[in-house]
């Protein structure tokens, strides 16, 4: 089932490919089903099913991955007429988190987030959803949900017990992490060193932007969700200004709920922003879908009333009439090319145009 035309549809479903790979899967096969509305049962169309089972048997497929988020019964339900593990773009999302967070805050977050999507889908299946969670090497307890009463029952009920007092905790030790965070954000304003947050959809070259800008060695991965964590770095205008640099959560369409939750305290780090220079893929196929998606996600985070620059990356191997039409488009961006360095030095100069002057200038002198 899809939403929109036959083109968003088959980008969604590129993307989901993309993500799934990212992921560790082989794809096999995509299949598009046009119609009003999911189906309450099954979510595709119930004929539907049976043409999907044949994939299944003809591929020798063992994961079917829904692009769309499935009700705790629709999933059940294709379970158990396809006999394949049956994964929803939420979880497949989660679990790409799960796999690349590396601080202890991003860690606790994804952790909340597979708990909070995990807590409603229980019941009496607890055994499948502890092998969807296991690849991130976590919720194994829920297993043996077969029995939906008496002792079962019971053991259901444990195990959602243990999951509410982990996400208990997990929201304290959040918490307590976001304040420690605060203070650093603070002691940045008390010092007045602007910051400007790179923000732009996944894969757009973020990272490899805040690379060329400040030469960090960060890591540039040609998967999604290569940066979960923010990394800042200081930088420093031709005149001697400091400034930070930081790289943001990477933005993905129908970014499931639970993320934004989860990474709401670091995205709004963005809000505290001075600048957002916003990152877009010259060479994606539909760049416009991609900068509303990200704009979107600084909206709910409040960063929507902060100045944004564009900023056209991939340059080197965009084609010259999506070149032309981009530049109509967005007058004002500035493109350039992490990977040649084209455009950069412009950027460079764009973005200390846009930072806020000081009222007393502090000259900091290189080491
Ligand atoms: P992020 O997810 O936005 O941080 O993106 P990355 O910086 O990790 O880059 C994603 C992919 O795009 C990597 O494979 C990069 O090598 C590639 N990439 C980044 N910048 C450029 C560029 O200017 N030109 C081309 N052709 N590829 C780029």
Same mark, same amino acid.
């Given at each position: ?5 036959q ?13 799934a ?6 794809v096999?096969?995509?299949l ?6 999911p189906d309450?049962?099954t979510?595709i169309?119930?004929? @539907? ?12 497929a063992d ?12 999933l059940r339900?294709l379970?158990?007429?396809? @006999?394949?593990?049956v994964?929803d ?7 790409i988190?799960?796999? /690349?967070?590396?601080? @202890?805050e991003?860690?606790a977050q ?5 708990? !909070?999507?995990?807590?409603p889908r ?6 499948a959803?502890?092998?969807q969670?296991?690849?991130?090497g976590?919720?194994?307890?829920a ?5 939906l ?7 259901l009920?444990t195990?959602r017990?243990?999951?509410?007092h982990?996400?208990?905790r997990?929201r304290?030790e959040i918490?307590s992490?976001?304040t ?7 002691r940045?304003?008390r010092?007045a060193?602007?910051a400007?947050a790179i923000?732009?959809?996944?894969n ?22 290569a940066?979960?964590d ?23 369409r129908?970014?499931? /709920? ?10 709004e ?6 600048l957002?220079v /916003?990152?877009?893929?010259?060479t994606?196929?539909?760049?416009e879908?991609?900068?509303r998606?990200?704009?979107e996600?600084?909206? !709910?985070?409040g960063?929507?009333r ?19 039409r981009?530049k ?6 500035v493109?350039?090319?992490a /990977? ?10 764009a973005v200390e145009r ?5 009222a007393v ?5 290189l080491?």
């Open positions: 089932w899809t939403e929109g035309t083109t968003d549809a088959d980008n969604s479903l590129t993307e989901l490919a993309a993500l790979e990212t992921a560790g899967s082989q096999l096969e995509g598009i089903q046009r119609r009003h509305r309450p049962a979510y169309g119930r004929g @539907k099913v049976d043409d999907l089972g044949a994939v299944v048997l003809a591929t020798g994961t079917i991955i829904c692009d769309g988020e499935l009700s705790p019964s629709q339900n379970e158990q007429r396809t @006999k394949v593990k994964v773009r939420t979880a497949l999302i989660l679990d988190f799960a796999q /690349h967070a590396k601080s @202890k991003g860690k994804v952790e909340l987030a597979q708990l !909070e999507y995990l807590l229980l019941r009496g299946w607890g055994e959803l502890s092998r969670t296991g690849g991130s976590r919720g194994g307890g297993g043996g949900g077969v029995g009463r008496g002792p079962g029952e019971t053991k009920e195990d017990r243990r999951i509410r982990r996400i208990a997990l304290r918490k992490m976001a420690v965070r605060q203070t650093k954000r603070a940045r304003t010092n060193v602007p400007v923000a732009g959809y996944t757009a070259g973020k990272s490899s932007l805040l690379n060329r800008l400040t030469g960090a060695g960060v890591l540039v991965e040609n998967a999604l969700f940066t979960l923010p990394t800042t770095r200081r930088a420093t205008t031709s005149d001697g200004r400091l400034y930070t640099l930081s790289d943001t959560v990477g933005f993905v129908h970014l499931p /709920h639970q993320i934004v939750e989860a990474f709401r305290s670091t995205l780090e963005v809000g505290d922003a001075d957002v /916003h990152v877009v893929d010259g994606h196929p539909d760049p879908e991609q900068v998606a990200v704009r996600v600084l909206a !709910e985070v960063a929507d902060l100045p944004e620059l564009l900023v056209v990356n991939k340059t080197d191997a965009t084609d010259e009439e999506t070149m032309l981009l109509r488009l967005w007058p004002d961006a493109f350039v090319s /990977h040649s360095g084209r455009g950069i030095d412009e950027l460079r100069e846009r930072l806020p002057r000081p200038e502090v000259r900091v002198v080491p």
